[in-house]
Nanobody, 128 residues
Framework: QLQLVESGGGVVQPGGSLRLSCAAS????????VGWFRQSPGKEREGVSA????????YVHSSLKGRFTISKDNAKNTVYLQMNSLKPEDTGVYYC?????????????????????WGQGTQVTVSS
């Protein structure tokens, strides 16, 4: 059964770092695009970053460039989201999602409806 599992969330102080992982089981990600979304209470789920597993083509939301980096390890069937210089407004549940074609983003137009498969999410809390 196709499954995505996020890990690496937690509580961190402002300015700190976290690395989230999204591990897939039941299928290989080689032909997929994997995305990260986040959602905080009262807000819509927003696209954070995405990567094409075949060639590593990557997208990061313009407001997060320089702080967030997405990477992949095809051998481990895993995608990572490195988050640095975290701010309280980065708090939320972070979800990974996958779709079985290559998605290229040339603007901040990443939507949940682009993806078919979802993980359960991992909580990130940035607080002093």
């Amino acid at each position: 059964q196709l499954q995505l599992v996020e890990s690496g969330g937690g509580v961190v102080q402002p300015g700190g770092s976290l690395r989230l992982s999204c591990a897939a089981s039941g299928f290989t990600l080689d032909d997929f695009t994997v995305g990260w979304f986040r959602q905080s209470p009262g807000k819509e789920r927003e696209g954070v970053s995405a990567i094409v597993m075949k060639d590593g083509g990557a997208y990061v939301h313009s407001s997060l460039k320089g702080r967030f980096t997405i990477s992949k390890d095809n051998a481990k069937n895993t995608v990572y989201l490195q988050m640095n210089s975290l701010k309280p407004e980065d708090t939320g549940v972070y979800y990974c999602a996958a779709v079985d074609w290559s998605l290229r983003y040339y603007s901040d137009s990443m939507y949940p409806s682009d993806y078919r498969h979802w993980g359960q999410g991992t909580q990130v809390t940035v607080s002093s």
